[in-house]
């Protein structure tokens, strides 16, 4: 027995109604913006909006990313986030940017983002850009001043100065809040620490190679 129009159509709106991966999508904002109240605890959308009376142009700019970074570190490496807890106005809004200096030599160490896909662009100086997939093929090149890159999320990544001077890049990211994993210091800096015996049977290493890691990063 054929359906009648009416139950066809029913169900047509029934199916394009239903929550299938097919149509869903982030929902359209239902205000102008939302400046973050960040004395207010986090929830899975962001933080409460800030009382639109108290709102002032102030709260659209941000200066954080202008200033050089400080490379004197382990790595020869500084980045500097613009995420929702630095700069509020992009709470709900899906987007952030850093600030990345690597000093001659120096390390943007490997990392990931487990909230966000990065793309980024050379500013200055020559960088060895790598990231390797969970097939665990390595892919990698050299970049300057101009040329763009793109890091899919949660793969392990990393960029190197491999030039003569500072170099920097400026970086953006599908979330106001994308976080980082940086492989070493979360494998051998943590609180509490990851147990040795984990970290040798997982890098095949003696105690006394997994102790002399540990204690560059205590």
């Known amino acids: 027995m054929a359906k009648s129009p009416l139950i066809l159509l029913f169900s047509t709106l029934l199916l394009l109604s239903s929550p ?22 986090i929830s899975i959308t962001g933080f409460p909006c800030k009382p639109a009376s108290n709102v002032t142009s102030n709260d659209f700019f941000f200066d954080g990313l202008a200033k050089e970074g400080d490379t004197n570190s382990p790595f020869g490496s500084s980045v500097l986030q613009g995420n929702v807890l630095a700069f509020p106005a992009l709470n709900t809004l899906g987007l952030s940017m850093n600030r990345v200096d ?51 999320r949660g793969l392990v990544h990393f960029q190197m100065n491999i030039g003569q001077e500072k170099a920097l890049i400026f970086t953006a990211f599908n979330s106001h809040l994308p976080g980082a994993v940086i492989v070493s210091l979360n494998l051998f ?6 147990p040795t015996d984990v970290l040798t049977k997982a890098f095949q290493v003696d105690q006394s190679v997994v102790d002399q890691i540990k204690s560059k990063f205590g």
Not at 113 to 139: C, D, M, W
């Open 20 to 41: 299938l991966p097919s149509f869903s999508s982030d929902p359209d904002p239902l205000q102008d913006f939302c400046i973050a109240d960040l004395q207010s605890p």
């Open 102 to 152: 690597i000093a001659p030599g120096g390390l943007n160490p490997p990392h990931s983002h487990p909230r966000a896909t990065e793309t980024g662009v050379v500013i200055q100086g020559k960088l060895l850009v790598g990231l390797i997939s969970t097939s665990n093929v390595f892919y990698a090149k050299n970049l300057t001043a101009g040329e763009m890159f793109v890091i899919p």
């Open 189 to 194: 800096g943590s609180r509490p620490s990851v």
